[in-house]
């Protein structure tokens, strides 16, 4: 693929940095194959959506101003998490003096798969994935960012990851019986509410595993954690990846 010259900053959720970071590696590796100039900003810290979702928006201040300082000057913005990125988009506190750089980051901002399909126009990514693979579409990036349609609503169907998936040569995209349905996980909605949320996560899993998926993808490791952790308690063999992973791994 063409060299891309814009500048790319790595945003990488506190989650994903400490717990999953081969996501990490493999959402850099993934953007570097197709062209792009990548840095990973080492000062960045927590966005502040734990805090804020927890409903102390005020403590979030400090964090929004660090993240505006840290990532301004970059082209992009670009993380594995819509979750986040809805956060920092929509969520996050006005900060006096720094309205304009504000406003432009929100412009710039993008989860993963909206970036590659929306900024770099990537509509067949040639690789070979030769699995059986559900997709757990998440809330903040279904209903917040708008990654796929939702079934509630009278549109023409899409999903920007089955745009990036579906083509791999041997991937078997699985349609799900309730393929847009909450997983439970929710933050401190797992915290505060943790056997509603433990039921919902189980009749997530249900569904993949009743079409025999083998491997649960998404763009959020933090629903996808909530659910394997599920599934490891209850010996359910079903295996997990963000789409990041099996994205990098397909074109290897």
Avoid at 75 to 89: E, F, I, T, W
Avoid at 151 to 156: C, G, I, M, N, P
């Amino acid at each position: 693929m063409p060299e891309n010259k814009i500048k790319i900053g790595l945003f990488i959720p506190c989650y994903v940095d400490q717990f999953y970071p081969k996501v990490a590696i493999a959402t850099l590796e993934l953007l570097e194959k197709l062209g792009c100039q990548v840095k990973y900003p080492m000062g960045q810290t927590c966005c502040g959506q734990p805090m804020a979702n927890a409903g102390y928006e005020r403590d979030t201040i400090a964090t929004t101003r660090h993240f505006i300082r840290i990532f301004k000057d970059f082209d992009y913005v670009v993380a594995p998490s819509g979750s986040c990125v809805l956060h920092v988009k929509e969520h996050a506190p006005v900060i006096a003096g720094m309205e304009k750089e504000q406003a432009e980051l929100h412009d710039k901002i993008f989860e993963l798969t909206e970036f590659l399909t929306d900024i770099l126009k990537i509509g067949n990514i040639k690789g070979s994935f030769p699995h059986r693979v559900g997709f757990h579409a998440s809330c903040h990036g279904q209903r917040g960012l708008r990654l796929s349609s939702s079934s509630e609503l009278h549109q023409t169907p899409f999903n920007k990851a089955k745009q990036l998936m579906v083509n791999l040569e041997g991937l078997e995209w699985v349609e799900l019986e309730r393929k847009d349905e909450c997983c439970g996980f929710g933050g401190t909605f797992a915290v505060s509410e943790e056997a509603l949320s433990i039921q919902m996560g189980k009749d997530r899993l249900a569904d993949h595993q009743e079409h025999q998926v083998e491997i649960l993808t998404g763009g959020d490791m933090s629903c996808i954690m909530h659910l394997q952790g599920i599934a490891k308690r209850n010996g359910n063999p079903i295996q997990f990846k963000h789409i990041a992973e099996i994205l990098n791994e397909a074109i290897s």
